[in-house]
């Protein structure tokens, strides 16, 4: 494996895509300059594995990547020299779980759907879900293919919610707020499963590898944490997330992905100019 000296590890929804259209076209002389430089980038999303796959085909990532809000890192088989332990194979990929087995969370939200209003994606079929995100139906189909976790609609009141989230974790679930979900999940989130990551890599260069994240929302808070840069995309549904940090910290000008590159390409000048 090459020396690398950073990772750039990244959400999806409303920060690299667009938040109403999902498009990162915007990014693409950035995503590509980052390839030039051979700097992985890593995706980290609430999104599954399976909204992943041809998500990673269309921006031709074959780097690992972080899905259900932290819930597992998968790693294409052979692109470690040294590979991570305590995995499953999924789909060619090694798969470090940190959620919870999806039938396991679904039999406790079971439990409590008598006495909380929410409605959970499973609910939905895949042409009500999107209508909702303003997804085509067939990529709808992909997001309720579901390994990890599971978000909700919260229809119920705060207090309600306070103590919905107290019974979660009484069953050793957690919860994170993201740009139009609840989610439900297993003591687990975007900064735990990057700092697994990172170790990994180091692992696999016998040196220190530095995290430049970037996200929009309060589910990106711990990833955000993690990071040596942390980049705060502005979103066009809800202020930046607030939180304190030891890293350094960047809030774009603009919005979604024209934002991640602006952000970028400043990021990638600085360095090119440290490299000279
Ligand atoms: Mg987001």
């Given at each position: 494996m090459k020396q690398i000296a950073w990772i750039v590890v990244t959400d999806l929804d409303g920060t690299l895509l667009d938040h109403a259209s999902y498009s990162f076209a915007v990014a693409v002389p950035a995503l590509q300059r980052l390839r030039d430089q051979g700097i992985p980038l890593i995706l980290n999303?609430?999104?599954?594995?399976?909204?992943?796959?041809?998500?990673?085909?269309?921006?031709?990532?074959?780097?690992?990547?972080?899905?259900?809000?932290?819930?597992?890192?998968?790693?294409?088989?052979?692109?470690?020299?040294?590979?991570?332990?305590?995995?499953?194979?999924?789909?060619?990929?090694?798969?470090?779980?940190?959620?919870?087995?999806?039938?396991?969370?679904?039999?406790?939200?079971?439990?409590?759907?008598?006495?909380?209003?929410?409605?959970?994606?499973?609910?939905?079929?895949?042409?009500?879900?999107?209508?909702?995100?303003?997804?085509?139906?067939?990529?709808?189909?992909?997001?309720?293919?579901?390994?990890?976790?599971?978000?909700?609609?919260?229809?119920?009141?705060?207090?309600?919610?306070?103590?919905?989230?107290?019974?979660?974790?009484?069953?050793?679930?957690?919860?994170?707020?993201?740009?139009?979900f609840l989610h439900v999940l297993g003591k687990t989130d975007k900064g735990l499963s990057l700092n697994w990551l990172r170790q990994l890599y180091a692992r696999n260069q016998g040196g220190e590898v530095k995290v430049v994240a970037l996200g929009d929302s309060a589910n990106d808070i711990e990833m955000l944490k993690a990071a040596d840069l942390a980049v705060v995309i502005r979103s066009p549904a809800h202020e930046p997330p607030q939180f304190d940090t030891t890293g350094r910290l960047e809030l774009s000008e603009r919005e979604g992905p024209a934002g991640w590159a602006d952000v970028m390409q400043g990021w990638l000048d600085g360095l090119e100019q440290a490299q000279e």
């Open positions: 999303t609430s999104k599954t594995r399976a909204e992943l796959a041809p998500l990673r085909d269309s921006l031709g990532n074959t780097h690992p990547f972080i899905v259900e809000n932290g819930s597992a890192v998968c790693t294409p088989a052979g692109y470690f020299a040294s590979p991570p332990t305590d995995t499953v194979l999924l789909d060619d990929c090694e798969c470090r779980v940190f959620g919870v087995q999806y039938s396991q969370l679904m039999s406790r939200l079971a439990v409590l759907r008598p006495r909380y209003r929410f409605t959970s994606l499973s609910q939905l079929s895949a042409a009500q879900l999107a209508e909702l995100c303003g997804l085509p139906v067939e990529k709808a189909r992909l997001a309720l293919a579901r390994d990890f976790s599971e978000p909700l609609l919260w229809q119920d009141s705060e207090d309600a919610l306070l103590s919905f989230k107290r019974e979660l974790r009484s069953y050793g679930l957690s919860t994170l707020q993201g740009g139009r």
